[in-house]
């Protein structure tokens, strides 16, 4: 539990992400999906990066690397709750998963074995897949990040000028609006 406090204290806040967002607005950019959820991520900084990277590496997993690099509401959620749907696969096997955790030789055979050997299989591969996506993702999303701050950043607001002025011709007079853009 103490864990979990302190990886949730180390996740960066996105503090810089709405007000990119909300520049982008201003200056009328179109971001699509993807490039919201990247404005909503962040930056992950590289002491985030590291620890996050070892903690999701070894020993822990189910999502805490992603926790500590502030990407767990975006991509580590998925990976806790798979993770625990395989371990309840490998537990829910019954007397499989208790052969299994004693080293026993006995058969462990229909139903069972099968819902014992996929949760595991599951449950490795979820593994690995979290390793690569805690150690190669962040580098890509923080140049992500930088492309896109450069973008909005670079974009002018258009100048726009409203005027009113009077509208004198012959035989017609009146007010005319004019808008400069």
């Not at 993807?34 to 070892?54: D, F, K, M, S």
């Not at 926790?67 to 490998?90: C, H, I, P």
């Not at 409203?162 to 004198?168: E, G, I, R, S, W």
Request: aromatic content about 8%; hydrophobic content about 45%; charged content about 20%.
């Amino acid at each position: 539990m103490l864990l979990a406090i302190v990886l949730l204290a180390m996740a960066p806040d996105g503090a810089f992400s709405a007000s990119l967002s909300e520049e982008a607005r201003t200056k009328g950019l179109s971001l699509t999906a993807r490039e919201e959820r990247v404005l909503e991520v962040g930056v992950v900084p590289r002491i985030n990066y590291l620890l996050g990277g070892a903690v999701g590496t070894w020993p822990v997993g189910l999502g805490t690397g992603h926790m500590v690099q502030g990407r767990w509401r975006d991509t580590g959620w998925k990976f806790t709750v798979a993770q625990l749907g395989a371990l309840g696969m490998v537990l829910a096997s019954g007397d499989c998963a208790g052969k299994l955790l004693r080293n026993d030789d006995n058969e462990c055979t229909g139903p069972n074995e099968v819902l014992m050997l996929s949760g595991l299989f599951a449950f490795v591969g979820l593994r690995l897949w979290e390793i690569y996506d805690v150690w190669a993702v962040p580098p890509r999303e923080n140049a992500r990040y930088r492309k896109l701050e450069e973008r909005i950043r670079a974009t002018e607001v258009p100048a726009a000028s409203l005027t009113l002025a009077p509208l004198v011709r012959v035989g017609a007079s009146g007010v005319t609006l004019r808008l400069d853009f």
